[in-house]
């Protein structure tokens, strides 16, 4: 796989995650879908830490991608 | 040992509650405990939680209160930790700005490798920490518990010691502490980092895991520690800050008094602590706090078994 197919994808999932991270935010556990951990039915608590770790694995997607489009090769160490 | 404590009477309600759970004095304590326990490879967890069973103590690890007054103690030393190494985390900060800038990591520049070998060892820990705490706590929570674990802890040290590979020595010419340490890979940093989960267990020392994996991956003692503290601003801090809203909000009410009192023990002992342990690695090695983690491990472990 090349470097840019594999950084356009793990920005994509940097995306979907940033998504999940505002869904864990924004709604109750029981409005969670139902495959999302945390999902509890009849519960009014926010999943808040759900949402920042969903956020942080996000970001880091993206600061992923950002390394891997950059140039390639290091310059030598001085000696 | 019972301790008097003043206690109000909320109207209409008939229920009593401590007006402070935890005294001043308790408080000065367990944040002096807090404040050399974790910078020291031997548990702070798990002496917070072992200490007020011996000195009957009526504070459990997962009191409400308890949570929020340990927030303000972590918060404290994860202020002195930052401040200690300020001028490396200037340095570091930079680093990850010019490696950001450039979209690359340069061989050559020991700061942004560092730093980033820090991100990679945080990030997994602090999604192990915020998924797993929760459950870890409460599934280990009891002060028996903790001193079991002290013995695990204590046997991890010595083995740490056992299998540590040939660290740098001065005429290898590997460069300054952090240009050592940035030699790590990235799959040490991640192995390293998310290792750091399992002290979530009261008993396993966060910092003797970091050092441990340092000294398994060739830094030496010194290099490790350094190593260890700066791994453990970010995570401290950060889970401190999580929840200090609950200090100011109505949880904190009747604990904010001891808690300032217990951060400020604490900040105070993480500096000397920190600074003690810095110049102690240089020659020494982590088979003292082993072999302390064993016995005082055994020892709690037997004085409750009789009951204690």
Known sequence: MSPRVLAALVALLGVVLIAVAVVYWVDPASSLPSFFPGHEAGSARHHVKHGIAAFVVGLGCFVFAWFTTGPSSSPPAPA | ?308
């Open chain 2, 1 to 308: 040992m019972v301790h008097d404590r003043p206690v109000e009477q909320p109207a209409g309600t008939g229920l009593a509650r401590p007006l402070h759970p935890i005294s001043y004095l308790q408080g000065a304590l367990l944040g002096l405990l807090q404040g050399v326990a974790e910078p020291f490879p031997v548990s702070s967890l798990g002496h917070g939680v072992v200490m007020p069973r011996l000195l009957g103590w009526d504070i459990h690890q997962n009191d409400k209160f308890f949570l929020t007054f340990l927030v303000a103690t972590h918060f404290a030393t994860a202020i002195v930790l930052f401040g200690f190494f300020f001028r490396d985390w200037m340095r570091i900060l930079k680093g990850i700005g010019r490696s950001l800038r450039d979209r690359q990591i340069r061989d050559d520049d020991s700061d942004a490798r560092l730093g980033w070998l820090l991100v990679v060892g945080t990030v997994p820990a602090g999604v192990l920490g915020l998924v797993f705490e929760h459950p870890l706590r409460s599934l280990f929570a009891s002060a028996a518990s903790a001193a079991a674990f002290l013995i695990v802890n204590g046997l991890l040290l010595l083995l740490f010691e056992r299998f540590r590979q040939q660290a740098p020595r001065p005429d290898d010419h590997l460069g300054d502490s952090d240009e050592r340490i940035a030699r790590l890979s990235w799959r040490q940093a991640v192995g390293v980092g998310s290792a750091q989960a399992i002290a979530l267990i009261p008993g396993i020392s966060r910092s003797g895991i970091t050092m441990g994996g340092g000294i398994l991956f060739g830094l030496s003692n010194e290099d490790a520690a350094r190593y260890s503290f700066l791994l453990a601003t970010p995570i401290i801090g950060a889970a401190a800050a999580l929840k200090l809203p609950e200090l100011l909000g109505p949880v904190g009410n009747g604990v904010r008094g001891p808690a300032l009192v217990g951060a400020v023990c604490a900040g105070i002992s993480t500096y000397l602590a920190v600074k003690f342990l810095l110049r102690f690695f240089e020659t020494n090695r982590l088979t003292p706090f082993g072999i302390y983690c064993i016995v005082a491990g055994i020892t709690f472990s037997a004085i409750f078994a009789l009951g204690g």
